[in-house]
C-alpha cells in the first residue's frame, strides 16, 4: 500500500495554472468515480479551493501518481510536464504532515485562517459519501479535521484580524462594544469600503447610509446591503444619526474637515462617533480624532493593528506546529499498525494451527487423561506459540513504517512461510477506529 498526495498551491503555480487545475465542487463525484476506476487507485479525495488542487490517495503502489498526474493532464488539456513542474507530492509521513497543516491553516495564503477546514470537511465528506474513500482515508481526514479543530481551540490563532476590514469591526466592537443596531455612514462606494461594510453588517450593524459624488454608484453598493444612498452634498445631513463613518474617496484633499464634524458632534449630545479613514491620501483632517467623542482611525493605524496580528500569528503558528507533529506521529503509529495487520493475523492463525494440530496429537498418544492433564497440555502449548510469536509481532509493528519495514515484513512472512503478504490494507480495516479519542 502506498499513501500520498499529488497538488499544487498558490506557493507552487500561477493563478493561470490553478485556474485550468479547479475542480467545481458540482464536478466532485464525477472526477472522484474516473479517479476510483484507474487500477492503481484504492481510494482518493479532492481538495479543491481557489489556492489549491489537491488528490489525496491510497494507491497500490507509487507509480499511481503517473496515473493520477496523467488523468489531470488529460482532463484540464495541460502537459503533465508543466503539471510536473508546478506540482508537488508528499508521501507517507510527509503527506499526513502536509494534510494536518493545511487543516490548521497552517499552510493558508493568511496563516490560521478559517475557511480551509470547511472546504477540507467538504471535499472529504463528498469523497466518503460517493464510496470513493477507505478506512486509512476516513481515519486520515477525520484526525485532520480533529487537528484543525484542536489547533483552532487551543491557539485561537483565527482569532486576531489580519485584513484591513476585519481590523476596522475589531476596532468599532472596540469603541462601541456591542454593534447590533448601529449605523454606519459610507463616504466613496469602493471595493474595500464595500468589504468593510460588509463585515459590519455581519457584526451586527443594520443601518447602511451610502454618499458618492456618483449617485447611481451609492445606489448601487447601499442595495447590496439593504441600504439607502444620499447625494454628496446631503453628506453631513446625514452623518448626524451615524454610528460610524467610512470613508475611502480617490480625492487628493481632505473630504472630511474639522470645522464640520465639530457641528456634528454638537447635534450627537455626546454619542460616540467613529471615522475609518482607509483613503490615501487621507479624506479626513487628523485633528477630528481630537474631539469629545470622537475616534479617528487611517490607513496606517489599522495596518500596524494587521501587522502586530500577523506577528502574533506567526508567534502562535510554532505552538500549533507542535500540536500538528503531535497528531502526525499519532496518526502514523496507528497507520504503521494497519500495514502488518495481515502478515500479523496469518503469523497467529498458524500458530493457532500448529497448536491445535500438536494438541490433538500429544492427547491421542498419550491416551487415558483427566481433565487436568489435558489444561496443563492445552496451557503449555498456548505459552509456547505466544512466547514464540511474541517478539516477532511486537517488531512487526515497530518496524512497519521505517524504511526496513517492508524488507522486515516479507523477511518474517518467508521465514514463516506464510502466505503471500498483502500490499493493500482492505478497505474495512479501520473503518470503525479513531485514532484520537479527544473531542475537538
Known amino acids: 500500500?502506498?499513501?500520498?498526495?499529488?497538488?499544487?498551491?498558490?506557493?507552487?503555480?500561477?493563478?493561470?495554472?490553478?485556474?485550468?487545475?479547479?475542480?467545481?465542487?458540482?464536478?466532485?463525484?464525477?472526477?472522484?468515480?474516473?479517479?476510483?476506476?484507474?487500477?492503481?487507485?484504492?481510494?482518493?479525495?479532492?481538495?479543491?479551493?481557489?489556492?489549491?488542487?489537491?488528490?489525496?490517495?491510497?494507491?497500490?503502489?507509487?507509480?499511481?501518481?503517473?496515473?493520477?498526474?496523467?488523468?489531470?493532464?488529460?482532463?484540464?488539456?495541460?502537459?503533465?510536464?508543466?503539471?510536473?513542474?508546478?506540482?508537488?507530492?508528499?508521501?507517507?509521513?510527509?503527506?499526513?504532515?502536509?494534510?494536518?497543516?493545511?487543516?490548521?491553516?497552517?499552510?493558508?495564503?493568511?496563516?490560521?485562517?478559517?475557511?480551509?477546514?470547511?472546504?477540507?470537511?467538504?471535499?472529504?465528506?463528498?469523497?466518503?459519501?460517493?464510496?470513493?474513500?477507505?478506512?486509512?482515508?476516513?481515519?486520515?481526514?477525520?484526525?485532520?479535521?480533529?487537528?484543525?479543530?484542536?489547533?483552532?481551540?487551543?491557539?485561537?490563532?483565527?482569532?486576531?484580524?489580519?485584513?484591513?476590514?476585519?481590523?476596522?469591526?475589531?476596532?468599532?466592537?472596540?469603541?462601541?462594544?456591542?454593534?447590533?443596531?448601529?449605523?454606519?455612514?459610507?463616504?466613496?462606494?469602493?471595493?474595500?469600503?464595500e468589504l468593510t461594510v460588509k463585515h459590519l453588517v455581519a457584526n451586527g450593524v443594520s443601518g447602511v447610509i451610502v454618499s458618492n459624488r456618483s449617485y447611481e454608484r451609492a445606489a448601487e453598493?447601499?442595495?447590496?446591503?439593504?441600504?439607502?444612498?444620499?447625494?454628496?452634498?446631503?453628506l453631513y445631513n446625514n452623518m448626524v444619526d451615524a454610528d460610524i463613518v467610512i470613508s475611502c474617496t480617490a480625492a487628493m484633499h481632505h473630504v472630511v474637515k474639522l470645522k464640520d464634524i465639530e457641528m456634528i458632534v454638537q447635534h450627537k449630545q455626546g454619542k460616540k462617533l467613529m471615522f475609518i479613514d482607509i483613503a490615501v491620501?487621507?479624506?479626513?483632517?487628523?485633528?477630528?480624532?481630537?474631539?469629545?467623542?470622537?475616534?479617528?482611525?487611517?490607513?496606517?493605524?489599522?495596518?500596524?493593528?494587521?501587522?502586530?496580528?500577523?506577528?502574533?500569528?506567526?508567534?502562535?503558528?510554532?505552538?500549533?506546529?507542535?500540536?500538528?507533529?503531535?497528531e502526525t506521529d499519532k496518526f502514523m503509529k496507528w497507520l504503521g499498525i494497519q500495514f502488518v495487520i495481515p502478515t500479523v493475523a496469518a503469523l497467529k492463525m498458524k500458530g493457532e494451527t500448529i497448536k491445535k494440530q500438536e494438541i490433538t496429537r500429544a492427547i491421542n498418544r498419550l491416551g487415558e487423561l483427566t481433565d487436568h492433564d489435558r489444561k496443563v497440555i492445552t496451557s503449555m502449548a498456548n505459552s509456547i506459540v505466544n512466547q514464540l510469536l511474541h517478539d516477532p509481532v511486537v517488531m512487526l509493528k515497530q518496524y512497519a513504517l521505517t524504511p526496513d519495514g517492508k524488507n522486515f515484513r516479507e523477511a518474517v512472512e518467508k521465514l514463516f512461510k506464510l502466505e503471500e503478504g498483502q500490499d493493500i490494507i482492505p478497505a474495512q480495516v479501520g473503518s470503525n477506529i479513531r485514532v484520537s479519542d479527544k473531542k475537538g
Open 281 to 326: 491620501p487621507r479624506d479626513v483632517e487628523p485633528e477630528v480624532g481630537l474631539l469629545n467623542n470622537v475616534s479617528l482611525y487611517d490607513i496606517d493605524d489599522l495596518q500596524n493593528v494587521v501587522d502586530g496580528n500577523l506577528a502574533d500569528r506567526k508567534r502562535i503558528a510554532l505552538i500549533a506546529e507542535g500540536m500538528v507533529n503531535e
Open 221 to 234: 453598493l447601499a442595495g447590496v446591503f439593504g441600504g439607502q444612498a444620499v447625494k454628496f452634498s446631503d
Open 1 to 193: 500500500m502506498h499513501i500520498a498526495v499529488l497538488g499544487i498551491n498558490h506557493k507552487t503555480a500561477p493563478i493561470e495554472i490553478r485556474e485550468m487545475l479547479s475542480f467545481s465542487e458540482g464536478s466532485l463525484q464525477k472526477h472522484l468515480f474516473r479517479l476510483k476506476e484507474i487500477e492503481e487507485i484504492e481510494a482518493c479525495t479532492i481538495l479543491s479551493t481557489c489556492n489549491r488542487t489537491e488528490i489525496y490517495a491510497v494507491l497500490k503502489h507509487g507509480h499511481g501518481l503517473e496515473a493520477i498526474r496523467g488523468y489531470l493532464g488529460a482532463w484540464s488539456g495541460i502537459d503533465v510536464e508543466t503539471i510536473k513542474k508546478h506540482s508537488y507530492i508528499f508521501r507517507f509521513h510527509d503527506m499526513v504532515h502536509h494534510l494536518f497543516r493545511v487543516a490548521a491553516g497552517l499552510d493558508s495564503m493568511i496563516l490560521g485562517e478559517t475557511q480551509i477546514l470547511g472546504q477540507l470537511r467538504s471535499s472529504y465528506e463528498t469523497a466518503r459519501n460517493c464510496g470513493a474513500t477507505n478506512g486509512i482515508l476516513n481515519n486520515l481526514f477525520q484526525q485532520a479535521i480533529t487537528t484543525g479543530k484542536r489547533v483552532r481551540s487551543e491557539t485561537k490563532i483565527d482569532q486576531m484580524a489580519v485584513s484591513i476590514s476585519y481590523v476596522a469591526v475589531e476596532l468599532a466592537k472596540q469603541v462601541f462594544g456591542n454593534l447590533k443596531g448601529r449605523s454606519v455612514l459610507v463616504i466613496g462606494a469602493g471595493e474595500m469600503s
